[in-house]
């Protein structure tokens, strides 16, 4: 089992920017690839950004140079760094990861980008 705890969402204007924090507990070896996605109301859940099994970066065309994704192993936590942020980010942001093939998801935290 893998718990994520997510926190660091709030509203911003638009220009603005904001933090996500991840921090994962448990089993938390051999998890493959740790990510953010994010679920605006009526819209499918999308990614954002993520590492992937082989620790390379992926990100949504519409965050790239804009979002940038890092983590502390140290403390088993990923963040998301949002600037220049939109009102279309404007979303729940959930933290995901893959440990031997299932999926964990946080609870998500919500992002709400003003005009």
């Known amino acids: 089992q893998v718990q994520l705890v997510e926190s660091g969402g709030g509203l911003v204007q638009a220009g603005g920017s904001l933090r996500l924090s991840c921090a994962a507990s448990g089993n938390i070896f051999s998890i493959n690839a740790m990510g953010w996605y994010r679920q605006a109301p009526g819209k499918q859940r999308e990614l954002v950004a993520a590492?992937?099994?082989?620790?390379?970066?992926n990100y949504a065309d519409s965050v790239k140079g804009r979002f940038t994704i890092s983590r502390d192993n140290a403390k088993n936590t990923v963040y998301l760094q949002m600037n220049s942020l939109k009102p279309e980010d404007t979303a729940v942001y959930l933290c995901n990861a893959v440990h031997l093939g299932v999926t964990y998801w946080g609870q998500g935290t919500q992002v709400t980008v003003s005009s």
């Open positions: 590492f992937t099994s082989s620790s390379k970066t």
